[in-house]
């Protein structure tokens, strides 16, 4: 009984934490959506040199999307 309370446990805890990182990429995601509104209306460089100076900022999850 006690095996299955520690294992049910660390199981929530896991999930819990892949929630908690789920809510910190939506963060750096929005933060790079903004950047790259904010370059292609000021400075009119191509996409794909955008996507490159964003993907050098942020680190994680949100850069393997990029």
Do not use: H, W
Request: charged content about 25%; aromatic content about 10%; proline content about 3%.
């Amino acid at each position: 009984m006690l095996l299955i309370f520690i294992s049910s446990s660390s199981l929530g805890i896991m999930l819990a934490n892949r929630y908690r990182y789920r809510v910190d990429e939506l963060k750096q995601i929005r933060s790079a959506l903004n950047i790259i509104k904010t370059k292609i209306q000021y400075t009119y460089e191509p996409l794909p040199q955008i996507f490159l100076d964003i993907s050098k900022k942020f680190e994680g999850g949100i850069r393997r999307n990029l």
